[in-house]
C-alpha cells in the first residue's frame, strides 16, 4: 500500500486517538477522529507532526505513543479499508453502519488488503471484503497461481522437484494436512484415524 497509518494517543488528550496518514511517505492527513484535544494541543502537534514518515521515529513525542496503526478496533479496520479504497480507486470510501458493525470481527491488515483490492474485482465494497476473506487469506498464504500451490496429499514427483523453503513448505503443509513421514519407507503416508 502507498498509505501508511499511524495512531497517536496519549493520556493527557480525551476521546481517543488521533490518526496521521503518510502517502508515499509524505505527510497527508491528520484525523482527529473522536479525540477532543486542546486547541493548545493541537498546536503543538501541527508543531512537532514531521512532514516526511521515516522522522515518525527521531519525533520527540512528549507523553504520545506513536504506533503504526493496529487491526483491532473497528475503527482502525474502517480507517485502513478506507486508506486502502482511496489508493487503489481514486475516490473516498462511506462505509455504511451494517459494515461497520460486521467488520469488528473479520481480520484487516495491510497484506489482507493488498491481495483483496489486486485480485481484479468489481466490487470493492467492505461487504465484498469480509464476504471474500477466506479466498483472500488463502491467496495471501498460498498464492494466486494454482500451480504454485501444494498438492492436497504427498505427490512422490512434487515432492522430489522442491528444494529449499519450498521443500520445508510442503512438508509442513504434510503434517498440516494429516500425513507422517515413514522412516524406513522413506516416504509420507496418511497418518492413522484413531477416532475410530
Known amino acids: 500500500m502507498k498509505t501508511a497509518i499511524y495512531k497517536l494517543t496519549s493520556k493527557k488528550i480525551a476521546g481517543g486517538a488521533i490518526y496521521v496518514s503518510y502517502r508515499l511517505g509524505k505527510l497527508q492527513a491528520l484525523d482527529l477522529a473522536d479525540a477532543q484535544p486542546t486547541p493548545e494541543q493541537v498546536s503543538y502537534l501541527l508543531m512537532i507532526l514531521p512532514p516526511v514518515e521515516n522522522a515518525l521515529q527521531v519525533t520527540d513525542w512528549g507523553s504520545m505513543v506513536v504506533v503504526p496503526i493496529p487491526e483491532r478496533t473497528v475503527k482502525d479496520k474502517i480507517k485502513l479499508f478506507c486508506a486502502a479504497f482511496k489508493d487503489y480507486r481514486k475516490v473516498t470510501y462511506q462505509p455504511t453502519q451494517t459494515e461497520a458493525s460486521n467488520i469488528r470481527t473479520v481480520p484487516v491488515s495491510q497484506e489482507l488488503l493488498t491481495v483483496f483490492f489486486e485480485t481484479g474485482l468489481l466490487d470493492y465494497s467492505i461487504r465484498n471484503y469480509i464476504a471474500r476473506i477466506n479466498t483472500t487469506r488463502d491467496i495471501l498464504k498460498n498464492g494466486r497461481n494454482i500451480k504454485e500451490r501444494f498438492p492436497a496429499g504427498y505427490d512422490r514427483d512434487f515432492y522430489n522437484s522442491l528444494s529449499g523453503e519450498r521443500l ?14 515413514d522412516g524406513k519407507l522413506q516416504t509420507w503416508k496418511e497418518a492413522p484415524n484413531l477416532s475410530r
Do not use: I, Q, T
Open 168 to 181: 520445508v513448505e510442503y512438508k509442513r503443509h504434510l503434517r498440516d494436512n494429516g500425513w507422517v513421514y
